[in-house]
């Protein structure tokens, strides 16, 4: 004789986002798909602690209580409007870490299944899986109410079990999948009291870098195709006598879990955290009439469906005071050359980190400057990449000029990236993109330009970059080639002023709105020499002094001492005066033993600098009067 089967539904939960991966949580959809008249489709987003960078719960509710046309309750059917699909947008900035449960504590494939077709056979009253998922590997709780007719009445509301599940295909970030069970009390027969599995939800989670405010978020997409559960052993009934319908789902989501890690992180920003709800339907082709919306996601990354379109329905969104205390931005930057020699096309290493990755603020621009001895190569500026095939990610191998890693909290393995040279606003700079590949994709793109007195200095420009928590981005621009690289180092100046060796300074605004700065200086080989002195027009009367100051000493401050060269040939002039101390300054007598009137004489500069090199000037003249 069989046993009554319990009723089992499949959920599941994809979200995409850039950057970050975390615990993400199920989203809504309508069974009658329509977010308007008496009894319309709902959604909410709720923050436990709305706080900027807090690791709060989340409650994640979903409302189909419409009038279900189409759908009798004797039937399992997969016709009229019951709920098919449903996907959810969080707020932008929002983040779980899913390896806050090692990898190892999580419930396995199987563990899983044991719940719907293996272990003990969905639908014996006692709820005694042969091996349930480990209490280590829960990440919250949730409510299933399922109606069982056309009125909407309320079959039963079932309470669940979310847990994090181990990937098919080993460790794996994303997409991250959850798993809940439902159960139910028995009401009657030699059961009664015990609890039965009545239904499952299995969820994934992902980033994607595109959605209502096109910036990084978390999204939820149900698996589909939802079926209608046998609520008949809920209701301690045969068989196949009663399906319900989806009414209500609500997730409860932690964000600091039972181990001490935390597994869901708040935007940093103030202002509006906005939430989007999508939903499908079994309606005729293509779903009912209010489904219009076709959303955008990272298919890579599991943010994307094909079920669509969607009716979009408005989760809520928290708004949060720019005053409250915010989290600290604890970023630091350093960079440096690969060469220090002039005249040469020098790599360059940027390292930005953010150890406390967690509970901190992210960036949301970052402002890097070269010093004026680092330029543009020109010679490389023909392998561009246009601004189509930046939108196509087709640029040209010749474009690449770098690579980038970043490791992230939640992620298993640092993410490498692809630096190349694009189009620029201006035909002098080339601007920057990085297209970063691995768990998750996403471009960031940076602009270029010249600032400074002189307009030589190169500032690039990160801005609005998406909220993806990491601890550690490199970006490395590659050096060497004369014909490819992008940047060059200037010569040693010519006119006698001193090149400009640094710092390379980095300023880093968070979505917090705090300003941090850094630096790092450069070591370029120094630059030695003095212009030649200037003639002097007018006579320098006897038994006065002559007062000289040397122009254009390069590199002043390695400059251990100077001094005044006279004499009467331009081959025989000698030392005549020292100075060991800036600005190096001279005021020579013209004794009349020395200097004669009416006579001209020569003068020239001897500059010693620290480390042994020497400069000499070449002559120029002075005249000696009454």
Sequence with gaps: ????????????????????????????????IANSGPTPATGSVVFADPTPGAHSDITITQNYAGTYSGVPSGAPGTTGDDLKQWMLDTPAGFYGNPNAVPYDDRCTIAQSNNYVNGGVEPGTPVFNPSSPCPTTAQVGTATLTLGIDANGATGAVLSGKIYIVQSAVGIQDVPTTLFTVFTSTIPSGPA???????STSRTQIAPVT??????????????????RPDLSAALGQAPGTTYGHIKQIVFNLKGILTNGNAFQTNPSRCGNWKSTLYASSYGTPGGT???????????????????????????????????????????????????NARGANPGLNVSINNPDADNRDRAAKLVTKLPASVSVNVNALNNVCSEAAVVADTCPAASQIGTATIKAPMLTLPQTGRVYMTKGATAGLPYLSIWVDGAIKFRLDATTRFVGASFNEIE??????????????????????????LLAT????????????GPITFST??????????????????????????KIQNCVKQGKLLQVTPKGIISKAEVAKVTLLTGTKKTNVRNRATDRKLPFKFKLSMKKSKYKKNKSYYYAYKVYYKDGNTVKTKTNTFRVCK
């Design 192 to 198: 009664a009291g015990n609890q039965a599995v009545a």
């Design 509 to 534: 605004t968070g979505w917090g709105g705090t300003t941090v700065t850094a630096s790092s200086s450069t070591s370029l080989e120094p630059c030695f020499g003095v212009a030649k002195p200037s």
């Design 490 to 501: 200037r010569s040693c100046p010519l006119d006698g002023t001193s090149p400009d060796n």
């Design 210 to 227: 595109s959605g209502p405010e096109g910036d990084y978020r978390l999204r939820s997409v149900s698996e589909g195709p939802i079926n």
């Design 289 to 339: 009439a209010n489904q219009t919306t076709t959303v955008s996601g990272t298919a890579a990354n599991g943010g994307d469906s094909n079920a669509g379109p969607y009716l979009a329905i408005d989760a809520g969104t928290v708004n949060v005071s720019c005053a409250l205390p915010r989290p600290a931005l604890t970023q630091t930057a350093s960079a440096s050359l690969t060469s």
């Design 460 to 485: 690039t420009t990160f801005d609005n970059l998406p909220q993806l928590a990491f601890e550690k981005f490199d970006v490395n621009i590659t050096g060497g080639s004369s014909a490819s690289s």
């Design 1 to 32: 004789m069989n046993r009554p089967k319990a009723t089992r539904l499949r959920l599941c939960l994809a979200i995409a986002a850039i950057a970050a991966f975390a615990v993400i949580l199920p989203a809504t959809a309508s069974a009658d």
